[in-house]
């Protein structure tokens, strides 16, 4: 219980600074679960639970405060909630598992740090099939490694000038929640045939921890955080998790 408590104050601090750029901090629960030696089988759903209760929060905050473009979320969100579904039903080998997600997150930070500026705030058009085909392809990736896609999503956004910072960040938040959700589907049916579920239940003090640093974080990010830092912070925390998985799976 000690080290579940340990596990509970470090996902707290996640939830807080992944919630400031719309994140729930998918990715680095997982690094956490994985360096405490969980069983990798469980990661994604205990992940994506807690993915949801994050952005949930942060959805409303973001939606009251009008930063949520629901037209333009559509077709990204399209084919991502089957995909995330589909993916969530896969099972890989471990070092595959975290490899993937290292490998996919450095692209992710790569593609932020080297974005181009987007001249007076104006978003950008893209051609109508790159939402579909975009969405879809992160919401695979993102069911494969049980989280929630928006620290896949969000780095393209910037990349593409999308849009401002901060709607980029309400729409990373809204797109993680739907992809957890069909993510978490998927898991679940895996889980119930192999008789695993049970063990995600026993980690539900990480839920109140997330919830909790979630909706101080999302505050920070919408009312105290220059768009600059926003994307400083997104870029230096998928760097970050994404070294970490990788040095672990070269240990594997």
């Known amino acids: 219980m000690t080290a579940l408590a340990g596990l509970a104050a470090l996902f707290f601090l996640t939830a807080l600074a992944y919630a400031m750029v719309g994140f729930g901090g998918g990715s680095t629960y997982t690094a956490l679960l994985v360096l405490a030696d969980t069983d990798y089988r469980?990661?994604?759903?205990?992940?994506?639970?807690?993915?949801i209760t994050v952005v949930t929060g942060s959805v409303?905050?973001?939606?009251l405060s009008g930063l949520i473009r629901w037209k333009r979320l559509l077709p990204l969100a399209a084919l991502s909630v089957p995909m995330a579904w589909l993916g969530g039903r896969m099972e890989i080998p471990e070092r595959l598992f975290i490899t993937l997600l290292g490998l996919a997150l450095?692209?992710?930070a790569a593609a932020l740090v080297f974005r181009r500026p987007t001249p007076g705030g104006q978003p950008e058009h893209l051609p109508v099939w790159s939402g579909p085909a975009l969405g879809g392809g992160i919401g695979f990736l993102a069911g494969l490694v049980g989280i929630g896609g928006g620290i896949f999503l969000a780095p393209v956004l910037h990349f593409l000038r999308w849009g401002p910072a901060r709607e980029i960040a309400a729409a990373a938040s809204v797109f993680i929640l739907v992809n957890s959700v069909a993510g978490l589907g998927g898991q679940i049916q895996r889980l119930s045939a192999s008789g695993d579920l049970g063990a995600v239940i026993s980690y539900w003090p990480l839920l109140p921890a997330v919830l909790i640093g979630g909706q101080i974080g999302v505050w920070l990010g919408r009312t105290r955080t220059s768009e600059t830092w926003l994307i400083r912070l997104t870029a230096l925390l998928v760097l970050f998790v994404s070294v970490r998985l990788l040095w672990r799976a070269s240990g594997l």
């Open 42 to 51: 469980i990661l994604p759903a205990i992940s994506l639970a807690c993915n």
């Open 106 to 108: 450095l692209a992710s």
């Open 60 to 63: 409303i905050q973001y939606g």
